[in-house]
């Protein structure tokens, strides 16, 4: 693991406008995160977790600060610069796995290389490599509505790394699942993270997914607590 620090925020701010009203959810949050940590986000429900954690994955934008993934200020960048360096930079796993139902796991997975100058073939063998490696060589074909929650959050997992992104950011990623279900995606992501090196930032409500990652910290009232280091 390397102290080079992969995630900055710099005095970042946000708040939301809602009819005439300005509703403020960060304040003035500041924290780095370092290449190879895997970091746990907790905190009440609608203390600005999601929030947080879409500003570090460049899906939504500071009201104010800065915010450096690899030292590029991603607050700076317009919509479509921005989706171009999410599409290689970050990999997202959610609650519910948004997955498209329409598509096999394989074409799932494949999905986030279409942005990439890759050819058919290459997509197919990097889709097929990913889902190799969490597991579903058996199930490229299946669609997620023929597919146990775990198994399509492993095709979810499959389609966050299959671009090789260093970061990979989890919203709730165990929240819909069984407790088996949800230790073996939590096994997954401790492969990611320390066969990899993936850093990984995981909002969770469950205590169980906490203690998996490296370090916590608790958002409450728009500010950020200090890191609880776990062995
Ligand atoms: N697009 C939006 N427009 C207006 N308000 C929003 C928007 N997104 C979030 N909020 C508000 O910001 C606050 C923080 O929401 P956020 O989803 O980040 O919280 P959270 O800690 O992730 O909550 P939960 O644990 O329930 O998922 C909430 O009060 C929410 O209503």
């Known amino acids: 693991m390397s102290d080079a620090v992969a995630v900055s925020l710099i005095n970042v701010a946000k708040s939301y406008q809602r009819g005439d009203q300005i509703v403020p959810v960060l304040t003035?949050?500041?924290?780095?995160?370092?290449?190879?940590?895997?970091?746990?986000l907790m905190g009440p429900s609608g203390?600005?977790?999601?929030?947080?954690?879409?500003?570090?994955?460049?899906?939504?934008?500071?009201?104010?600060?800065?915010i450096l993934v690899n030292g590029q200020d991603i607050s700076t960048l317009g919509e479509s610069a921005l989706a171009t360096w999410r599409a290689?930079?970050?990999?997202?796993?959610f609650q519910f796995y948004n997955l498209?139902?329409?598509?096999?796991?394989?074409?799932?997975?494949?999905?986030?290389?279409?942005?990439?100058?890759l050819t058919?073939?290459?997509?197919?063998?990097?889709?097929?490599?990913a889902l190799a490696m969490v597991g579903l060589a058996d199930r490229m074909h299946h669609y997620p509505n023929e597919l146990s929650g775990g198994q399509?959050?492993?095709?979810?997992i499959a389609r966050a790394i299959v671009t090789d992104p260093a970061?990979?950011?989890?919203?709730?990623?165990?929240?819909?699942?069984?407790?088996?279900?949800?230790?073996?995606?939590?096994?997954?992501?401790?492969?990611l993270n320390t066969q990899l090196g993936k850093t990984i930032i995981m909002v969770t409500h469950d205590q169980r997914a906490a203690e998996r990652a490296?370090?916590?910290r608790h958002l409450e009232k728009g500010e950020l607590s200090s890191l609880e280091l776990h062995d």
Not at 28 to 40: A, R, V
Not at 100 to 117: D, I, Q, R, S
């Open 28 to 40: 003035d949050i500041s924290f780095d995160i370092k290449h190879g940590d895997f970091l746990g």
């Open 47 to 66: 203390s600005g977790k999601s929030t947080l954690l879409n500003l570090i994955a460049g899906i939504d934008k500071p009201t104010s600060g800065q």
């Open 88 to 93: 290689s930079n970050v990999g997202f796993i």
């Open 100 to 117: 498209m139902p329409v598509l096999n796991a394989l074409e799932n997975v494949e999905l986030p290389l279409m942005l990439t100058g």
């Open 120 to 129: 058919t073939r290459e997509r197919r063998s990097h889709a097929e490599a």
């Open 152 to 156: 399509q959050q492993r095709v979810a």
């Open 167 to 191: 970061l990979i950011v989890a919203d709730e990623p165990t929240g819909d699942l069984d407790r088996k279900s949800a230790g073996e995606i939590l096994d997954m992501l401790d492969q």
């Open 214 to 216: 490296h370090a916590v």
